[in-house]
């Protein structure tokens, strides 16, 4: 299916590898240049070169840690006037609820849930002068079904749905689409530093310890980047225009849940 996104220029935040690798793939496989961050230049100059090479488009990498006003700033300067911005970011940790501080909710909002909004605020007024965007919100299935142990990104992530709840039905009067795509169990490194500790505590490999959380989720599987990028790449297209504001769950089922 041809999605429309031949010649479009993407934001990609947090995609030298993971989720948001998976996304600025498949925009690419679709035609868009990428504009592509994350903090370590190494991983992300390699990701640029090899995107851009499978692809045959542009992709100019940018380093820059998205959760501050200065690695934004640095990103702006490339990515001022993109038609889709794909938001995302590394997660908070793990932990205890009573061990949680003012600042470890502090620093878990201002990386999931202002950073995200700090950018829109800075790209969608020029997608709605220009009359198209799209925004795509990589948050977790945690909005839906949470998982305690990641207090932290229940949190901040509930607060930006809330946020794109109401400001996506502002926008959409003017070509311009926001949802929020939500994971569930993928096969990325986030994953390794999830199950690591469940293996160190039952005494099992890592394998064990993933293949025992497989086993949990109806698909029988981790979801894969590619999984993910292609249901962003549809939401990205020109055929998507009528999905406003909706948070969509790519958990092979795992949320066990009527609506
Ligand atoms: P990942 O494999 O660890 O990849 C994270 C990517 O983000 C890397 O490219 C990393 O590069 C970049 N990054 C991290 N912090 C950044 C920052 N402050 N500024 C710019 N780039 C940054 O993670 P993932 O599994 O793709 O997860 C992506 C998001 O989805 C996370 O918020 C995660 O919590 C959430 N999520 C993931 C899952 C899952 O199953 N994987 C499930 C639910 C939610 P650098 O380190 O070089 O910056």
Redesign the pocket.
């Known amino acids: 299916m041809d999605l429309g996104l031949s010649g479009k220029r993407a934001l990609v935040?947090?995609?030298?590898?993971?989720?948001?690798?998976g996304c600025a793939e498949a925009l690419a496989a679709a035609g868009a240049e990428i504009v592509l961050?994350?903090?370590?230049a190494e991983?992300?100059e390699q990701t640029a070169a090899e995107l851009a090479a499978a692809h045959g488009v542009p992709v100019t990498p940018v380093a820059?840690?998205?959760?501050t006003v200065e690695?934004r700033t640095k990103v702006l300067e490339v990515a001022a006037a993109v038609d889709i911005l794909v938001n995302?970011?590394?997660?908070p940790p793990a932990g205890v609820w009573t061990e949680w501080h003012h600042a470890d909710f502090l620093a878990a909002i201002e990386?999931?849930m202002l950073a995200p909004i700090a950018l829109m605020q800075a790209l969608v007024p020029g997608m709605q002068d220009r009359g198209w965007g799209r925004v795509v919100n990589?948050t977790?299935?945690?909005v839906k079904a949470p998982i305690a142990q990641l207090g932290l990104?229940n949190t901040a992530r509930t607060g930006l749905t809330g946020f794109v709840a109401g400001m996506a039905r502002q926008v959409a009067g003017s070509g311009v689409t926001v949802n929020n795509l939500l994971?569930?169990?993928?096969a990325?490194?986030?994953?390794v530093t999830l199950d690591g500790p469940v293996a160190k505590a039952e005494g099992i490999s890592l394998e064990a310890a993933a293949a025992k959380r497989a086993a949990t989720i109806p698909a029988g599987r981790y979801g894969s980047p590619a999984d993910f990028g292609a249901i962003c790449a549809f939401l990205c297209s020109a055929q998507a225009g009528y999905i406003v504001g909706q948070n969509i769950l790519v958990d092979g089922g795992a949320a066990n849940q009527t609506l």
């Open positions: 935040c947090a995609g030298s590898k993971g989720l948001g690798r961050n994350a903090r370590g991983a992300l820059a840690d998205i959760t690695g995302n970011a590394g997660g990386a999931n990589i977790s299935a945690a990104s994971p569930g169990i993928h990325t490194d986030r994953m």
